[in-house]
Every structure is written in structure tokens, then in C-alpha cells.
């Protein structure tokens, strides 16, 4: 993971386990090992055209208000079906995705296009969705 973080843009510094396991208690599930890396190397990361909702940390509130747990309660009032995460966005109103179930994320990462409400998987796991996009640039 940590050779193709140069590829990736933040503006904000990883968050520790804690932080992570209590955006995980509110989701009510917990994230894949490579969002976990990810998260405790960068928050808020841009991957190409996405922006992965950052998780809030307790040493930068302020700059982490809008966090991925408030994106939730967000994406459910524009009908994002239960047992789905949303983890992030590309500005169009579309969110990247994870299925939820059993107190887990999957790995497999989908796009929920918000005006039809139907999803489309789009990469395995996190490190092929960074190197989908990687190869596409």
C-alpha cells in the first residue's frame, strides 16, 4: 500500500485506530484492512476523481466536520438502500460504496449512481480501484 500512496492527494494526515473504530461503531460495521491502511497513512484522500470522505479526528475537528459518518446519514435521506457504506464522491452526486453485512465492509467497491438508485461494481478491492485509476491518468 505504501508505494502507491504518492499517487494519492490529501490534505490531512492519517487517523489513528481509535478514531477509525469509532467511525466504525456509528457505521455499525467495520472497514477492510486496505481502508484501514489507507486511513491511518491519509484522511480525506483524493483517488483521480474521488474524494474518500474523511474520517473525523478528534486532534482536527473542525477540519473534518463532514465527516464519512454524516455522509451517511446524508445518502440515506437520498435513498441509499440499507447495507451499503458510502465512502466517497466525485462531485456529480455519485458515491462510491461498500456493501455492508454481518458488522463488515466488503472489499469490493461500487459506484451508487444517485439518480437511479441502481450500483455498478467498479474494482475488487482498494488497491485495484487506486491502480484502475492510476492507469487511466
Known sequence: ????????????PGVDE???????????????????QL?????NAEIGEWLLFPIKDRNNVKKT???IVR?????RKEGLAEGWI?????GTGDKLC????NGHMEEPIYVWYHE?????????SLMSFIMLLSQEE
Open 1 to 12: 500500500m505504501n508505494e502507491i500512496i504518492s499517487r494519492i492527494m490529501t490534505k490531512k
Open 18 to 36: 481509535m478514531d477509525i473504530g469509532a467511525a466504525e461503531e456509528k457505521l455499525g460495521a467495520a472497514f477492510p484492512v486496505q481502508f484501514h
Open 116 to 124: 437511479d438508485g441502481q450500483t455498478e461494481r467498479i474494482a475488487q
Open 39 to 43: 486511513y491511518n497513512l491519509v484522511n
Open 65 to 67: 466536520w463532514d465527516d
Open 71 to 75: 455522509q451517511n446519514i446524508e445518502a
Open 86 to 90: 458510502v465512502v466517497g464522491e466525485d
Open 98 to 101: 461498500l456493501k455492508s453485512s
